[in-house]
């Protein structure tokens, strides 16, 4: 089992940049494939990025493609969302999750095992 806590949301201006952070415990976090999933109030959970279990793989939704980059650091047992150019649609509540299937990149949440508390993120226009 592994438990995660998500850090590094805030209230940031158009523009800006954040770097979300996701710490797990336990000693087999490089055998989970990670995920960041956001959730705006009144909309549905939805997709942001996943890696693959060294960090060598990822992949993004469209409408962070170019601008969030996803990375991690087995060493440290920590996924990162990088954030940049932020607009007021990407406020949101962010989680990071943990897939502990032999697939990595899922969109679906349901394939995910563990999940964070999330963290906010708000994007002021």
């Known amino acids: 089992q592994v438990q995660l806590v998500e850090s590094g949301g805030g209230l940031v201006q158009a523009g800006g940049s954040l770097r979300l952070s996701c710490a797990a415990s336990?000693?087999?976090?490089?055998?989970?494939?990670m995920g960041w999933f956001r959730q705006a109030p009144g909309k549905e959970r939805e997709f942001v990025a996943a890696i693959s279990w060294s960090g060598g793989n990822t992949v993004y939704a469209d409408p962070v493609k170019g601008r969030f980059t996803i990375s991690r650091d087995n060493a440290k047992n920590t996924v990162y969302l990088q954030m940049n150019s932020l607009k007021p649609e990407d406020t949101a509540v962010y989680y990071c999750a943990a897939d502990r299937s032999s697939t990595w990149g899922s969109m679906w949440g349901d394939e995910y095992d563990y999940w964070g508390q999330g963290t906010q993120v708000t994007v002021s226009s």
């Open positions: 336990g000693r087999t976090f490089s055998s989970y494939a």
